[in-house]
């Protein structure tokens, strides 16, 4: 009995944060209030306190699970990917890509964090958090970018850092421009070849290269 208790809690902090995500796109986040959530999720709002501790709490968590797809994912692509790194994450910046047009979560998601979220009052706290999961980001990308020129597979004169802050702000910048225009281009048919773009300027391009030193 306690087990099934435990599932439904489960359900339901699963569903709250389903209808909060449809809400927060629909609505935007700073007009869209827990009252609103609960009534829209069928809960009282005791129910959404016992889960949440605020709105910028159910945003939070709402990205956490986002996050952890493409964790799972970066697991999936090294085990098919052993000894190519570069595959790894190539595979990895079409999904995020693809996934922003075919997965309704994730265009969501992306759709409140680029227009539909105002980063005040109560959730002046989020925007401190996501410059955290920013910078961590980098290193993450620097880290993948490393192991990829130990595999011998980019330049080992590759200035890391500038290619990290370049490929989150490429990325970002497409799916931005997407879910602002969805008609202008077909982001899940080019999502492979800009990714291809983005590699090939790692490869060639000299301004992302380190001076010899003279």
Same mark, same amino acid.
């Given at each position: 009995?306690?087990?099934?208790?435990?599932? $439904?809690?489960?359900?339901?902090?699963?569903?709250?944060?389903?209808?909060? #995500?449809?809400?927060?796109? $629909?609505?935007?986040?700073?007009?869209?209030?827990? %009252?609103?959530? %609960?009534?829209?999720?069928?809960?009282?709002?005791?129910?959404?306190?016992?889960?949440?501790?605020?709105?910028?709490?159910?945003?939070?968590?709402?990205?956490e699970? !986002?996050?952890?797809?493409?964790?799972?994912?970066?697991?999936?692509?090294?085990?098919?990917?052993?000894?190519?790194?570069?595959?790894?994450?190539?595979?990895?910046?079409?999904?995020?890509?693809?996934?922003?047009?075919?997965?309704?979560?994730r265009?969501?998601?992306?759709?409140?964090?680029?227009?539909?979220?105002?980063?005040?009052?109560?959730?002046?706290?989020?925007?401190?958090? $996501?410059?955290?999961?920013?910078?961590?980001?980098?290193?993450?990308?620097?880290?993948?970018?490393?192991?990829?020129?130990?595999?011998?597979l #980019?330049?080992?004169?590759?200035?890391?850092?500038?290619?990290?802050?370049?490929?989150? !702000?490429y990325?970002?910048?497409?799916?931005?421009?997407?879910?602002?225009?969805?008609?202008?281009?077909?982001?899940?048919?080019?999502?492979?070849?800009?990714?291809a773009?983005l590699?090939e300027?790692?490869?060639?391009?000299?301004?992302?290269?380190?001076?010899?030193?003279?």
């Amino acid at each position: 009995m306690a087990r099934k208790t435990k599932q $439904q809690a489960l359900e339901t902090r699963q569903h709250i944060l389903d209808v909060a #995500l449809r809400l927060f796109s $629909q609505q935007g986040v700073s007009s869209t209030s827990l %009252a609103d959530i %609960a009534k829209a999720a069928g809960v009282t709002r005791g129910a959404i306190y016992w889960h949440f501790k605020n709105k910028s709490d159910v945003f939070s968590e709402i990205w956490e699970l !986002s996050e952890s797809s493409i964790s799972d994912l970066e697991t999936e692509y090294r085990a098919k990917f052993p000894e190519d790194p570069l595959s790894v994450l190539r595979e990895i910046l079409v999904y995020i890509l693809e996934a922003t047009v075919i997965e309704e979560r994730r265009r969501l998601m992306m759709e409140i964090i680029f227009h539909k979220c105002e980063f005040v009052g109560e959730m002046a706290e989020v925007q401190q958090a $996501q410059r955290s999961l920013c910078l961590q980001s980098y290193d993450r990308i620097e880290q993948a970018l490393e192991e990829c020129i130990n595999a011998k597979l #980019l330049p080992a004169s590759l200035l890391t850092r500038r290619s990290a802050i370049l490929m989150r !702000s490429y990325i970002s910048g497409i799916m931005e421009n997407w879910l602002f225009s969805p008609e202008l281009f077909d982001l899940k048919k080019e999502a492979r070849d800009y990714v291809a773009i983005l590699l090939e300027m790692y490869q060639f391009c000299p301004t992302l290269r380190a001076t010899p030193a003279s």
